[in-house]
């Protein structure tokens, strides 16, 4: 896996259906800034504007396709004048006809250059046009055989960083009494736990003070489920990143999300620390009462 080049600017290019949206997608997942459908002429612009909004070593990328039509004829000029400063990769994303063909059929959506006539003249007259550009590409991806996953897998390769390509987990610690989180991947009950609330010099705590985190974590019951929980969640985690995943979002719950959740959700994120994933812990309702 190549490191990624502090300030790199990245094009992406290529045939229609041939997954310039997945690499897209996968660039902004891997901390690039990322701008879709750029006519070249205002690549100076963009570099410009996110140099100043976010400083000249923010990651970009780019998508420029024959639907810029013929701001298309402008690129290999900005990218030799417009981009000074910034090391250029240019991406073409290929594959071949009849499998162009059949994506297109089933995203059930004209060819931009089909004019009228049958896909697979547009898809020739799309070659045509970018016959230069994919011999002059610094990386050339054949996506023919590769899935979603797979190509994935290649852009990370080409462009990501052990700190972006590894899994992100985020546990939240809520109260039930104000919902269950919608976007969780997995949800924990923590009320099978004594509650400090009910102890009168730890009721005005938090489980983030040490007091608290002690009394719940010395539970009967508490070791032994975060013996078995985070070892689980390992095992998740690592078929999440198999299946191209980097997000995890892990929901740990008490009645109010002030005491048991907020300390157990503290634990689990440092063991999963322990176990060399990237984790932290928000405390959603932590102060709501």
């Known amino acids: 896996m190549s490191e990624t080049v502090p300030g790199q600017l990245v094009i992406v290019s290529g045939m229609t259906g041939a997954g310039r949206s997945t690499a897209a997608k996968e660039l902004e997942d891997l901390g690039f800034f990322v701008v879709d459908n750029l006519p070249p002429s205002l690549l100076p612009d963009v570099v410009r504007l996110v140099d100043e909004s976010h400083g ?15 701001f298309f004829q402008g690129l290999r000029s900005a990218i030799a004048h417009g981009v000074a400063g910034r ?31 049958r896909l697979l003249d547009g898809l020739v007259r799309e ?7 994919r011999s002059e590409a610094d990386l050339v991806i054949d996506t023919s055989d590769l899935n979603v996953h797979q190509l994935t897998d290649r852009i990370a ?28 991947d997995y949800v924990a009950d923590m009320r099978f736990l004594p509650n400090p609330h009910w102890v009168p010099e730890l009721r005005p705590r938090t489980g983030q ?23 689980l969640l390992g095992v998740v985690a690592e078929g999440y990143l198999r299946e191209g995943k980097r997000f995890m979002r892990v929901a740990i719950g008490c009645t109010g999300g002030k005491h048991r959740s907020v300390a157990m959700s503290e634990e689990i994120t440092q063991r999963l620390r322990e176990r060399g994933f990237t984790a932290r812990a928000l405390h959603r309702d932590l102060g709501r009462e």
């Open 56 to 70: 000249p070593m923010q990651p970009v990328a780019v998508v420029v396709d024959v639907r810029s039509g013929s």
């Open 209 to 231: 003070d040490a007091e608290v985190s002690s009394y719940v974590l010395d539970r009967p019951g508490a070791a032994e489920f975060l013996d078995a929980y985070v070892p």
């Open 127 to 133: 070659r045509v046009v970018l016959g230069d550009l």
């Open 87 to 117: 090391d250029t990769t240019l991406v073409f994303l290929d594959a071949r006809d009849d499998v162009l063909v059949r994506r297109q059929e089933a995203a059930r959506r004209p060819h931009p250059l089909q004019e009228g006539g």
């Open 157 to 184: 390769e080409a462009f990501g960083t052990s700190e972006t390509t590894g899994l992100r987990v985020t546990v939240i610690s809520f109260g039930f009494k104000y919902g269950i989180p919608i976007d969780a």
